[in-house]
């Protein structure tokens, strides 16, 4: 078992639709949460920080973190064409430390 | 300062022949990190510096592998007779190494390798 999983997709939605993307992890010891957008043959950008558990939004977005479930999830809303790229989740024990990446979940919002 | 700047952005090389990459990370960060991708998976992780010295390394770097930070600025990954299995995206990260990176890793746009 891996230690972070992600479904790979892909995932087709309708621009203006509400997105559900989700990663399971088995390290209870994982305290930082981070999800990133990559487009294609580019390096991963930051969306969302999150420590411990709890809900956190910014604009469209929000990442909400479950540690008693091992499950951590992002929501777009009101999703554009702009917002079809991969979304990989990661996450670490320690700040600083290597980040465990899931797969990346690839996203494609038709307008 | 604009971000982290990886060199070349892309490597063409003939298998057995060595490779080296260049990464400048943002200047006041001090932890630079090396992952590696590949088609339809998430970075992982190869290596890690604070300052100049290598504070972790995955059991993905081979003896073939060897990074280096030699001034705690820049970074080099160098992979010697490198294999087809070498071909992937190398990128590079760098953060602050304050006790919580808020504001996460910033990523560069990677070296496409190519083993031929």
């Known amino acids: 078992q891996k230690e972070v999983e992600q479904d790979p997709g892909p995932l087709s939605v309708p621009e203006g639709a509400i997105v559900s993307l989700n990663c399971t992890y088995s390290?209870?010891?994982?305290?930082?949460f981070m999800w990133y957008r990559q487009y294609s043959r580019k390096g991963p950008e930051l969306l969302m920080y999150t420590y411990s558990s709890g809900n956190k939004e910014d604009g469209r977005f929000t990442a909400q973190v479950d540690k008693s479930s091992k499950y951590i999830s992002l929501f777009i809303r009101d999703s554009q064409p702009s917002d079809s790229a991969t979304y990989l989740c990661a996450m670490n024990r320690q700040a600083g430390t290597a980040l465990i990446f899931g797969k990346g979940t690839t996203l494609s919002v038709s307008s | 300062d604009t971000g982290v700047s990886q060199d070349p952005r892309h490597k063409i090389t003939k298998r057995g022949q060595n490779v080296t990459f260049r990464c400048d990370p943002i200047?006041?960060?001090?932890?630079l990190y090396w992952y590696r991708q590949t088609l339809g998976q998430g970075p992982e992780f190869l290596t890690y510096?604070?300052?100049?010295?290598?504070?972790?390394k995955s059991r993905l770097l081979s003896d073939r592998f060897s990074a280096e930070r030699p001034k705690g600025s820049f970074s080099t990954l160098e992979i010697q007779r490198t294999e087809q299995g070498d071909s992937a995206m190398y990128l590079c990260a760098s953060s602050s190494n304050a006790g919580n990176v808020v504001g996460g890793y910033t990523f560069g746009s990677g070296t496409r390798l190519t083993v031929v």
């Open positions: 200047s006041e960060h001090n932890r």
């Open positions: 510096f604070q300052n100049e010295a290598q504070l972790e």
């Open positions: 390290n209870s010891a994982f305290q930082y």
